[in-house]
């Protein structure tokens, strides 16, 4: 496994609700653990004081219910500039390894495809929060949409947050997004089937993990 030097390594996880990325995030912290690579974990939005206010906001606060897109856009951005420069470039700079559960791609998907917001201003938003720190990796656990939020009702007794009381038309966009930028960036994405048994999984992240970073 890489020793990280003057940068470390920043991989995220993304997918649409009830993928099981969280699973397969800690999965891989425990992997990374036991090899002498304890990772810094974190969350979007969320990771930070202001991050976690932000996060419910957006998704629990009945304050947020009439939430327009460009609103729930700049809110998700503002959660990810203060987790870029308070956690995660200083841990990076530090040599870490850092593993996000959702960033950037996210906001692409959820509110430039599936809320249909204008590309281009998603893209000058995202940058603009982001600044430089680009992931190293993303690892996308696709899922069929349905599929997803069967899972997501099953695991909160039916009880969904803002975000997962979404239609399936939105979740269906939010996939397709999601598939489209995996395959304009090759190079960063690792894609796996979310139908798939959770060690399989685990199996093939830590062999794609071992080949990017031994």
């Not at 969280?22 to 425990?30: E, G, M, N, P, V």
Request: charged share 25%.
């Amino acid at each position: 496994m890489r020793q990280p030097k003057a940068s470390g390594v920043f991989i995220t996880f993304e997918g649409g609700e009830g993928c099981g990325k969280s699973t397969q995030l800690a999965a891989l912290a425990k992997r990374l653990g036991a090899k002498g690579q304890a990772p810094l974990i974190t969350r979007e939005p969320g990771g930070t004081a202001i991050g976690e206010i932000v996060r419910d906001l957006l998704k629990h606060n009945p304050a947020g219910k009439n939430m327009c897109a460009e609103a729930e856009l700049l809110l998700f951005a503002a959660s990810r500039a203060q987790l870029v420069r308070e956690v995660l470039q200083p841990a990076l700079d530090d040599g870490q390894w850092v593993l996000c559960d959702r960033f950037l791609d996210s906001t692409t998907v959820y509110q430039g495809v599936a809320r249909a917001l204008a590309p281009e201003a998603v893209e000058a938003v995202n940058r603009f929060a982001i600044g430089q720190r680009v992931p190293d990796l993303t690892i996308l656990v696709d899922i069929p949409a349905a599929t997803g939020l069967e899972r997501a009702r099953a695991r909160t007794d039916g009880k969904l947050d803002r975000m997962e009381s979404e239609a399936l038309a939105f979740y269906e966009n939010v996939r397709r997004g999601y598939l489209t930028l995996a395959e304009a960036e090759p190079e960063r994405f690792f894609v796996v089937d979310g139908t798939s048994s959770i060690k399989t999984l685990e199996g093939q992240i830590w062999d794609e993990i071992s080949r990017r970073f031994t």
